[in-house]
């Protein structure tokens, strides 16, 4: 069974910056994408960057472009957001998610497209 735990969510200023952190177990596939999501109350959940198991294909919300980085460390199948310049609107619970084997590439910032998800770390930037 594929576990999604996250870490290293909490409040900073605008302008400041907090690195995300997921890790997953029970994975059996070889090929797979890892993505970060977030969602604020009243508000469906949205896509914000994504990366295939292996780390050479991301794909990133146009919000976060220039801002956000998203990269893994196969080996401890983690997978990590850096935030940068952070802003007032970026506040949010931010979940991570692992794929199945059959995603493509075009659907990989949609929620439907996981089906193993963590339980979500707070994210809150104060301007």
């Known amino acids: 069974q594929v576990q999604v735990v996250e870490s290293g969510g909490g409040s900073v200023q605008a302008g400041g910056s907090l690195r995300l952190a997921c890790a997953a177990s029970g994975y059996t596939n070889r090929y797979y994408y890892m993505a970060w999501f977030r969602q604020t109350s009243g508000k469906e959940r949205e896509g914000v960057a994504a990366?295939?198991?292996?780390?050479?294909?991301?794909k990133y919300a146009d919000s976060v472009k220039g801002r956000f980085t998203i990269s893994q460390d196969s080996a401890k199948k983690t997978v990590y957001l850096q935030m940068n310049t952070l802003k007032a609107e970026d506040t949010a619970m931010y979940y991570c998610a692992a794929s199945s084997s059959t995603t493509r590439f075009a659907y990989i910032l949609r929620p439907s497209e996981y089906p193993y998800w963590g339980q979500g770390t707070q994210v809150t930037v104060s301007s």
């Open positions: 990366i295939d198991s292996i780390g050479g294909i991301t």
